[in-house]
């Protein structure tokens, strides 16, 4: 009896160890198969901790209070530029919330609406403090080239990334460039009209009314 009972806890000793492990090693498979939160670039695991966890980097921060999170798999580069809005970097480091559609930063202590990142691919998104932003296409690899390039700028984030961007992208420039000459014209134009139509004018109005 005494040797079935010592044997039955023999097994209970090696069954439930090798049950946390195979718990513990399908857990750690399953969350290195599937793919990472947004903006977390590598796992963090301090020495009290059993696996590591996907943790955001913290956001590139410059003098006039923009900041930079990227994503480097996903190929994503955000810039916050907030100016002298007051919101906070811890603002754009841990999302409140993500979702199928994106993920959603708040601003801390400041009254305005969460900044919402969609969940793309191969962009820059540029925001100001009242949440507008616009989209801009990116490269191979491009987000990751952006960020790393930039932690040792602090003075202007948003003007080093911008040059950096276009020299990558002159297309974009050529772009604005033949729709600013385009819009020159048709001002000119519009000006060259006016005077026309004034000389006109006042050419009716000196000789007065040609049918009298």
């Known amino acids: 009896m005494a040797f079935r ?4 806890m023999l097994r209970l000793r090696i069954v ?21 939160p947004l903006f977390c670039n590598e796992p963090y695991r301090s020495d009290h ?12 921060e410059d003098e006039l209070a923009n900041y930079v999170i990227a994503d480097y ?5 955000v810039m916050f530029a907030m100016g002298k809005s007051g919101i906070p970097r811890l603002s754009f480091w841990h999302p409140i919330k993500e979702t199928e559609e994106g993920i959603y930063f708040q601003p801390k202590h400041i009254p305005a609406k969460p900044f919402f990142v969609p969940r793309a691919r191969d962009s820059m998104f540029i925001f100001q403090p ?3 932003s616009r989209q801009l296409p990116l490269g191979p690899d491009e987000a990751e080239q952006l960020h790393k390039s930039a932690r040792q700028i602090h003075d202007n984030l948003y003007t080093f990334i911008m040059d950096s961007y276009h020299r990558t992208h002159p297309e974009k420039i050529e772009k604005r460039t033949e729709q600013s000459s385009v819009e020159e ?5 519009g000006r060259s009209g006016s005077r026309k139509i004034g000389v006109r004018l006042s050419i009716l109005t000196l000789s007065g009314d040609p049918s009298r």
């Open 5 to 8: 009972v010592g044997f039955g």
């Open 16 to 36: 439930i160890p090798l049950a946390i492990l195979a718990v513990v090693s399908c857990w750690m498979l399953r969350s290195w198969l599937a793919e990472p």
């Open 49 to 60: 901790m059993l696996v590591s966890v996907w943790e955001p980097m913290p956001p590139l």
């Open 73 to 77: 798999r996903r190929n994503i580069l």
């Open 130 to 132: 009242d949440g507008t």
């Open 185 to 189: 014209k048709d001002s000119s134009r």
